[in-house]
């Protein structure tokens, strides 16, 4: 049984495909809508992460310790070594969910944890100074993300088109950013991430954009390595969060990537 109530949502019929999500809700709404026609999408917000409490008693969200409690929701959810799928963080967890054998086949969209040090505090703090610009702006948030310019400024590391977004999603993604409880722990606890070399056992896709900024895509040469089995993608024209770039690409992707 899980430890926590994580916060999920379901639409569509189908074999199970699991989302997982941190700070990108947003932007995974548009790729929901599209696969709902042919899967059974389960969306489920992280721990800290969203509508999901943080992990209890204390507990270091570690990716491992993340990947773990998912993989506990799973039972809790009736769901049996589901495909799964994320971003950055998300894609993180999806990776260890597939080396632990708790998902059936997993795609990871610009995973982080392949990165140096510097690397990480570059990302890391990015994201840190985003996360106090969401909480300075509070209620205000709509005068940022009520103009082509202001999101741009606000999301430019993100989405490599960011003036295309609808203003609703900008504005939900900062106050997603602002108000998510487990942001500044989960954040420390990355900083010494590092994905480990394993064979996947399960089929395994990991795909780039060409223009992330935050996860540059020389860190997709690293993934090569790391994960010999695993297939690799390059999204071309696509940042950091692929799925607010180009929604159907990224359904397309996944609906041929995972088992169904």
Known sequence: MTDIPLASSRLGAGAPLVVIRQLDREGWTPVIDLLSNERDVVAVDLPG????????????????????????WFSAAGLTRPSAVGNSLGAAVVLELARSGAVGSAV??????????PEAAYALG??????????ALGDGSARVTGSPLGRTLAFWQLV???????PEAADGSLRNLARSPGFEATRRAARTYRLAGFTPHVPVTVAWGTRDLLTPRHQARRAAR???GAHQVRLRG????PMSDDPGRIARLLLSATTG
Do not use: Q, Y
């Open 49 to 72: 992460f969203g509508d999901s409490p943080s992990l209890r008693d204390g507990t270091t969200p570690t990716v491992p310790a993340l990947a773990a409690e998912v993989a506990k």
């Open 108 to 117: 990871a969209l610009s995973p982080i944890g392949l990165w140096t040090g």
């Open 126 to 135: 990015s994201l840190r100074f985003a996360r106090r610009m969401a909480e």
């Open 160 to 166: 490599a088109r960011p003036w295309r977004m609808t």
């Open 226 to 228: 790391l994960l010999p």
């Open 238 to 241: 696509c940042g950091h969060s």
